[in-house]
């Protein structure tokens, strides 16, 4: 089964408007990725924090991890069209998170419209 | 740089032929991954190698499908004989891995389409 599984599997917002998506995993990590997928393309990652980590800052991005829930989120601040893709979670196989073997879940896709 | 190239970008073909989907990665990298996605099942990991080395193919559907990577800027995935339900996205993804955390980079992916 996944490692990552996201929630919601679709979201659907204003341009404008905040997003939040979130990822649960299983087993213990050393870090957690986030990946985009534009519709037609290959996925692009976007940022990852680490185990020892809570809260991590890119741009519009904010990623929150609770270890202790075994979840993380990912916000989209002010939210654009061009936001629109599938965002996806990814976990190293090895919970020591040196495989190189990533794991990612389902999905969510989002859409901000215009 | 010019990221993960795969080829072709689409292919269409009728079920028993042989499929071969090309994949170089980015240069400089060690690890090379390819995956599938099928709106059914996500994105699934069929095989992924470290430096030319195929480490792990328990993703690898059934013995229709085999890898190869020949050498640090070239890898195929063969389908023979391809069947329907093999049609969807195949992508090649490439990482220099580093030990601490491994960013992959993915390319534009192949779309199969078994007839």
């Known amino acids: 089964s996944q490692q990552g599984e996201e929630d919601p599997q679709a979201l659907s917002i204003q341009e404008g408007e905040n997003a939040t998506m979130n990822c649960s995993y299983k087993t213990s990590i050393n870090n957690l990725q986030w990946y985009r997928q534009n519709s037609g393309r290959g996925l692009v990652h976007l940022i990852l924090i680490r185990s020892n980590e809570r809260e991590k800052h890119s741009g519009r991005l904010r990623v929150t991890l609770d270890t202790s829930k075994k979840s993380s989120s990912l916000l989209i601040t002010a939210s654009r069209a061009a936001d629109t893709a599938s965002y996806f979670c990814?976990?190293?196989?090895?919970?020591?998170?040196?495989?190189?073997?990533?794991?990612f879940g389902q999905g969510t896709t989002l859409q901000v419209k215009p | 740089d010019a990221g993960v190239i795969q080829s072709p970008r689409h292919e269409v073909t009728e079920m028993g032929q042989e499929v071969t989907l090309r994949c170089k990665p980015i240069?400089?990298?060690?690890?090379l991954f390819w995956y599938r996605q099928t709106m059914m099942r996500g994105l699934e990991l069929l095989i992924y190698f470290n430096n030319n080395v195929p480490i792990d193919d328990s993703g690898m559907p059934e013995d229709r499908f085999s890898a190869k990577m020949p050498n640090a800027s070239f890898s195929t995935l063969k389908i023979q004989p391809s069947e329907p339900r093999d049609s969807a996205v195949y992508f090649c993804?490439?990482?220099?891995?580093?030990?601490?955390?491994?960013?992959?980079?993915f390319g534009p992916g192949t779309r199969l389409t078994v007839l």
């Open positions: 240069s400089g990298h060690n690890s």
């Open positions: 993804a490439s990482s220099l891995r580093t030990g601490e955390y491994n960013e992959q980079f």
């Open positions: 990814a976990t190293d196989a090895n919970p020591s998170g040196n495989t190189g073997k990533l794991i």
